[in-house]
């Protein structure tokens, strides 16, 4: 038994890249940053990392169209290596992650949104209205 599965929650370092291919199809490709950070010696130290996401179909076509730089995004999938030959001739290889569900987390530069999600079988967006605000003066009730 083997597993191959990934789950991120980063920002888009850029608008998707777009394409429909030969056979009719349509792939996305999106850059998703997630960071890390903790305090060495009294000072704080991050560090990010960098995924290619690689969506395919309609579903592609709907992250074309809805997302965008800096917008916050939960991403689920596999890992796939890729292997090709350049026009030197040399192999070339390429990880990445092959998104089976998106779900749109938040606008671009922290702005509150509805969340949006969608997976192989549900390309209908889901409206959970807005964000709901949080006052850490109040009471948590448990």
Known sequence: MSVNKVILVGRLG?????????????????????SESW?????????????????????????GKHLA?????????????????????QK?????IVASTVQFLGAAGGEKSSGNSMGNDDFNFQDFGPEPSF????????
Do not use: M
């Open 39 to 63: 305090v060495k010696d009294g000072q704080r130290q991050e560090r990010t990392e960098w995924h290619r996401i690689t969506v395919w179909g309609k579903f592609a076509e709907i992250c």
């Open 92 to 96: 070339r290889y390429t990880t990445e």
């Open 135 to 142: 006052n850490s003066n109040d009471e948590i009730p448990f």
């Open 14 to 34: 850029a608008d998707p890249e777009v394409k429909a291919i030969g056979s009719g199809s349509t792939v996305a490709r999106l850059n998703l940053a997630t």
């Open 69 to 89: 730089k800096g917008r916050q995004v939960y991403v689920e999938g596999k890992l796939q290596t890729r292997q090709w030959e350049d026009q030197q001739g």
